[in-house]
């Protein structure tokens, strides 16, 4: 009889365990919903404009650092640029903004920098010359994907040269004498969406690259 009873409280015991239900599909998506992670927010600040920085060449023994500023009156007062979940947007305080104004001004500081070269070993090296910055050409881009469009109308507001103080006072007659360049040009840019990238080709007299790079936001 015991043996019996045992029987029963067995068979009992796997219905039971049929009968109870697994997670339901919506049980099973409540918790994969809940294990799934937001989205981050990255946010980059642009307060103040865009700045870019690139080194070039204008020959084997001449080279220099390019810095740059991409600003508009009060445009980049508090702006922002935020990527979350919903994609990239920009913003100006609480303004969202979409395109660039109708004109940016890109300001560009030109300093002598040793050559790749130049950095393991002294060797031959020549500073900037008025003459050489003189047959720089400044060419300016609109860049979407891979499609560069050349910015036409570009206005070359202004270039100014200021001496380099040597570190060494006493041989200050026989040292090569170094400027800082820096130059002012004026790009239209209305209607131009602010996903769209500026990029700068500095070439030689002879078509040479001397020195490219790119401002973004």
């Known amino acids: ?10 068979a009992v015991l796997v219905v039971s365990a049929l009968l109870v239900p697994s997670s339901t599909p919506i049980q099973a998506h409540q918790k994969t919903k809940k294990k799934e992670k937001p989205v981050p927010k990255d946010v980059m600040n642009f307060d103040g404009g865009i700045f870019f920085e690139t080194d070039g060449s204008v020959s084997d023994i001449t080279c220099f650092r390019l810095e740059g500023r991409v600003t508009s009156e009060h445009f980049f007062d508090s702006f922002k640029r935020i990527d979350d979940a919903n994609g990239t947007h920009y913003r100006r305080g ?4 979409t395109e660039f104004p109708e004109e940016v001004r890109v300001s560009l500081l030109m300093v002598d920098f ?3 070269g130049q950095l393991q070993q002294s060797g031959p090296r020549r500073y900037l010359t008025k003459e050489m910055m003189l047959g720089l050409r400044f060419s300016f881009y ?3 994907g ?4 050349h910015i036409d109308d570009i206005k ?3 270039a100014t040269a200021e001496p380099v103080e040597p570190y060494n006072t006493q041989n200050k007659e026989e040292l090569a004498k170094r400027y800082r360049w ?4 004026s790009i239209p840019s209305a209607g131009v969406p602010l996903t769209d990238r500026i990029v700068l080709i500095v070439r ?3 078509g040479r690259t001397a020195a490219r790079v790119a401002a973004r936001l």
């Open 182 to 185: 820096y130059l002012e040009f």
């Open 114 to 116: 040793p050559c790749p």
């Open 1 to 10: 009889m015991g043996h019996f009873f045992s029987k029963i409280c067995c």
């Open 146 to 149: 891979l499609e560069l469009r």
């Open 94 to 97: 609480q303004e969202t903004l």
């Open 156 to 158: 070359h507001e202004s």
């Open 204 to 206: 030689t007299p002879d």
């Open 142 to 144: 609109w860049k979407r």
